[in-house]
């Protein structure tokens, strides 16, 4: 698919995002593996969560229903019989290496290209120090990966990245463990696991950066899953970087772990209101509304990172509108995700006229240079679809966008929303 896009005179309306994808995966596996049954309502539709559903059914667990509403019959997980296989999803095929390390049965798991290519040896090697039986390709550094059960013991473990994924692996892996898991984090992640984990009877501790839970079942419980805010930073960049918008976006998702987007618009001057706070299943809901606005440049850097490391192409988009130079610094993991995030919205940006310089860890934005439509490319990454969708709606003349449909994979239905704000796309 070629998505074409325009930019409307006017960018008007009200988005309710899908279900935040962080807390999809983790409500259907947690309770793939407690004890009860659960209904999780607004699960997101993207193929990344749809893979978790995929991998889980094929590890026995009975899930009744279709679409965004389900209930999942938690349990034992059994031995599969193929391979296990995580499409796309990081997500799903890090935090599953955490459950079926602390499983008594064989199992391999794989995904498509772009996992086969990415880092795994950060997980496969502190679970070998909780006594896994965990291989794959170049030493289980990348996928496939093998688990073969064993008797896990929990460590004390310092995380070389802040990374929710692996923190996430390792805390699932240390309630199979005999005795404590204890993590040292270099910065905060997100914190869904934490959250989750309390609620369904698990004993987890936070001490600043450090985390830690014992071995523990977990009890089944009722998830609503909140709109997801790196879906939501589309629409907040888009309204804040047009000349004549306001956009409000409904029933996002605001834990403070996630929040970094905010206090970088904010920082920047955006005319950004967070209204109608509430608390939905433990986690902190809120509608957000966003106006045109004059942005000036700001850094974004260190601890930072980690809590809006999805929202940096867009970030770096809304920096091409600010006055001054805008610097991110410390992303460097971005380089290993579905594409390397920061080589390409460097390109594509600079294709449709802007000023961007690649940084070893992160970009140099110079505002001030109007941007002109373009034939882009997605790299078959969902988060550059969105934001070249999103430079679009910003630019003189016409952009197109190969490989559109890669936005499925965390927004299916991001082509007909941001169709609905006005007459500037087309496919």
Known sequence: MQAAVRRPKRLTGTITPPGDKSISHRAAIFNAIADGEARIDNYGPGADCQSTLRVLRALGTQIDGKGSSFTVHGGIL?????????????TTTRLMAGVLAGQSFLSVMTGDKSIRSRPMGRIVDPLRLMGAEVDGRSGGKLAPLTFRGGALHGIEYRLPVASAQLKSALLLAGLFADGETVLAQPALSRDHTELMFRAMGAEVIEDGLSVSVKPARLRAVDVSVPADI???????????????????????GTNPTRTGILDVLQAMGADLSVVNERIEGGEQVADLVARSSKLHATEIAGDLIPRLVDEVPVLALAACFAEGTTVIR???????????RLQATCKELNRMGAAVEELDDGL????????????????????????????????????????????????????????????????
């Open 330 to 340: 410390d992303a460097s993991e971005l380089r290993v995700k579905e594409s390397d």
């Open 78 to 90: 059994q031995e599969p019989a193929d391979v296990l296989n995580t499409g796309n999803s990081g």
């Open 230 to 252: 790196s879906s939501a930073a589309y629409w907040l960049v888009a309204a804040v970087c047009h000349p004549d918008a306001e956009l409000t976006v409904m029933g996002v």
């Open 364 to 427: 140099r934005i110079t505002g001030g240079h109007a941007l002109t439509g373009a034939a882009c490319r997605s790299y078959a990454d969902h988060r550059i679809a969105m934001t070249l969708g999103i430079a679009g709606l910003l630019a003189a003349g016409e952009t197109t966008i190969a490989a559109a449909e890669t936005a499925s994979i965390s927004y299916p239905s991001f082509w007909d929303d941001l169709a609905g704000l006005g007459d500037g796309v087309k496919s």
